[in-house]
């Protein structure tokens, strides 16, 4: 069985693909979704963001998880 965590980053996953064709949308999901997931989930999805969406919002990523992983 999934754990919460798994299962909020399959949802998030989800989310983001739909949301991809605009920008504001998918910092905004991006943001919640890193916020939803555990601490090692977050460098899971930092690296599927950046392989899936990389060459479109690079610079938005790396924005959101550089000021949101700071502790």
Known sequence: MMDHGRKMMEFS???LQKV????????KELIKA???VGQHDQLVL?????ATFGHMYKDV?????QTTMRT
């Not at 991809?20 to 910092?27: A, M």
């Not at 930092?46 to 950046?50: E, I, N, Q, S, T």
């Open 13 to 15: 996953k989800q989310v």
């Open 20 to 27: 991809s064709f605009d920008q504001r949308l998918f910092k």
């Open 61 to 65: 990523i790396l924005e959101v998880f």
């Open 46 to 50: 930092k690296a599927w963001c950046l």
């Open 34 to 36: 890193r916020r939803w």
